[in-house]
């Protein structure tokens, strides 16, 4: 498994979900590990990202409401979603790009579908 994400489901505004992808070693050490998300009918976005030293950040409509996490010992990041919103809804995606000399490889988890209902 490169990248699972899992966790998704269907929730009432204002409530919380916590999102999980589920890594492959090589990939989580050394790798930036992305959320997107795809609205329906939308293009996919960045939603958050953490390095592999913690730093995160976020895109701003979802700053102060979700949190990026990862643990090391799991190789597994979450996104925690609170104060969820109907505009949330959409297929969360876990991503990573690994670059080695010439070579970029890109690796997208197969979604989750995350839905608010308002």
């Known amino acids: 498994v490169q990248l699972q994400a899992s966790g998704g489901g269907l929730v009432q505004a204002g409530g919380s979900l916590r999102l999980s992808c589920a890594v492959s070693?090589?990939?989580?050490?050394?790798?930036?590990i992305y959320w997107y998300r795809q609205p329906p009918g939308k293009p996919r976005d960045m939603v958050a990202f953490i390095t592999p030293g913690g730093y995160t950040d976020y895109a701003d409509s979802v700053k102060g409401r979700f949190t990026i996490s990862r643990d090391n010992a799991k190789n597994t990041v979450f996104l925690q979603m609170n104060s969820l919103k109907p505009e949330d809804t959409g297929v969360y995606y876990c991503y990573a790009r690994r670059s080695s000399g010439a070579t970029t490889t890109d690796y997208w988890g197969q979604g989750t579908q995350v839905t608010v209902s308002s």
């Open positions: 070693r090589d990939i989580f050490s050394s790798n930036d």
